[in-house]
């Protein structure tokens, strides 16, 4: 059983919990124990550090105050996953992805070559 500590009351609770058996404090969003609750820390508002927000396609009421959200995705960690995937496309992994998009094209192409050289050595 996997366990997460309450953002209220910080007790260890199991992780697929709907609620803090302990201050009953809600942990997912709208009683669906898939969908986790993003919750602020201390004074701070989730929309000033929200990709969502960041680029206007936010339509949460609560917006820019709110508080907890079910949608929150952190924009640092989205700007780091994106470089990461942008340095992972370097030319040979584009190359590679390429080559397995065009498999049929490359035997066509050997296969013409072969019939090509077969035809210069029979001539």
Sequence with gaps: MATISC????????SQAI???YCR????????????LHRA???EYL???CTYHADNTCNFPQRPHAKDCTLYENLEESKLRLQ???NASSFGTTLQNWVKRNQS???L?????????VAMSTA
């Design 109 to 117: 192409l050997g296969l013409f070559f072969v019939c090509l050289l």
């Design 84 to 86: 990461q995937q942008r």
């Design 105 to 107: 094209l490359l035997l």
């Design 41 to 43: 820390t201390g004074d």
């Design 19 to 21: 609620t803090c058996p």
């Design 47 to 49: 929309c000033d550090s």
């Design 25 to 36: 404090t809600t942990l997912k969003a709208y009683g669906h124990p898939g969908i986790p």
């Design 7 to 14: 953002p209220h009351c910080h007790q260890l609770v199991d």
